[in-house]
């Protein structure tokens, strides 16, 4: 079996860090709805629920191995008004976060349990990095007004 003090941290890294992103992004989404952005506000709710569900399944697993789950501490994060300066940052999170999970995939190839939870959460991230990217392209194209009116 890979290393599972390794793996037993990581999903403790998960479990830590995307349950301040799933908080961020409920905010986000209340901002967004606020503002009248219904479509953003709606994508970034069912963004923060699924993020919430892999919490939970790395909580389970963490337990399933024998690990002790903390409930780390967070640190403070942005709240934008703006919602392109939410998308670029929120896009700069998934690259960085892919980097580093494509580690913790590796490391669980030889648990199965753990490398199937973490490989269903990389391409869901994946996902969100790539329409991240679509969005940045489509607003260079038609223009922050233009795309701000799709949001509606």
Known sequence: MANQ???????????????????GHAIQSKIFYAEGF????????????????????CVDRILDLGGEVKN???KETPVCKDPVDWVKYDL???IDGLAWLKT?????????TTFDILKK???????DMYWGQQQLELIECIGKQNWL???L
């Open 72 to 74: 780390g501490a967070k």
């Open 5 to 23: 003090e390794k793996i037993i941290e990581g999903l403790q890294t998960i479990v830590t860090d995307l349950a301040q992103q799933a908080d």
């Open 38 to 57: 219904t479509k953003l506000g709606a994508k970034y709710a069912e963004h923060a629920s699924e993020e919430r569900g892999y919490v939970d399944q």
């Open 104 to 112: 913790l995939v590796e490391e669980a190839r030889d648990d199965y």
């Open 92 to 94: 700069q999170v998934s």
């Open 121 to 127: 959460y990389y391409q869901d991230e994946e996902e």
């Open 149 to 151: 009116l799709q949001q």
